[in-house]
């Protein structure tokens, strides 16, 4: 099993910059994919970003494709959010999640394909 911990959350103004890291041990990372994933108060968990085991390929939300970034360094076992241009609507828990498939496109915005979970990292976004 997989253990992730999230980091690099926090308050900052609409147009700010932030990235955020997972940090992952447990099984061998360098083969899973890993996916952001985002919650705000009284919605449902929604897909972010998902990079596959190689880095080659990702996948985002139509929100903040253009705005943010998902990279991985496997050397580090860590995989890391960059968030750009930041907007209030962006205001929510970000957790970060390993899975053993990945296929691309819309299959990876399914939190069923991820086994394992982070606790979450805030980011709060004022106007």
């Known amino acids: 099993q997989v253990q992730l911990v999230e980091s690099g959350g926090g308050l900052v103004q609409a147009g700010d910059s932030l990235r955020l890291s997972c940090a992952a041990s447990?099984?061998?990372?360098?083969?899973?994919?890993m996916g952001w994933f985002r919650q705000a108060p009284g919605k449902q968990r929604e897909f972010v970003a998902a990079?596959?085991?190689?880095?080659?390929?990702?996948y985002y939300a139509d929100s903040v494709k253009g705005r943010f970034t998902i990279s991985r360094d496997n050397a580090k076992i860590t995989v890391y959010l960059q968030m750009s241009n930041l907007k209030p609507e962006d205001t929510a828990v970000y957790y970060c999640?390993?899975?053993?498939?990945?296929?691309?496109?819309?299959?990876?915005?399914?939190?069923?394909?991820?086994?394992?979970w982070g606790r979450g990292t805030q980011v709060t976004v004022s106007s």
């Open positions: 999640s390993s899975g053993r498939t990945y296929r691309g496109g819309a299959y990876q915005t399914r939190p069923s394909i991820y086994d394992a």
């Open positions: 447990g099984r061998t990372f360098s083969t899973d994919a």
């Open positions: 990079i596959s085991w190689s880095g080659d390929s990702t």
